[in-house]
């Protein structure tokens, strides 16, 4: 998959999600991209091609994800 803002477009919400259903968890080591399901149950999106995870979390920082730090 290309990381043109498009494409990312289409893995992220081609599916119907929406953006109030992603965040981001940073930790003093990590930057995670998570979603929560329908029933308010919270996972990480684990994604296998780095340039692909970093150009979503990019683009949904972008549109204003929300963001939870955790201080460890």
Known sequence: MTT???DIDEFLF???GRLEDYFIRLTPVSETLCYTNEAGR???LPISDDALADAAIRRLK???VRIVSIRV
């Open 4 to 6: 043109n803002p498009k």
């Open 14 to 16: 081609g599916n119907g």
């Open 42 to 44: 919270e996972f990480y």
């Open 62 to 64: 972008d549109l204003g």
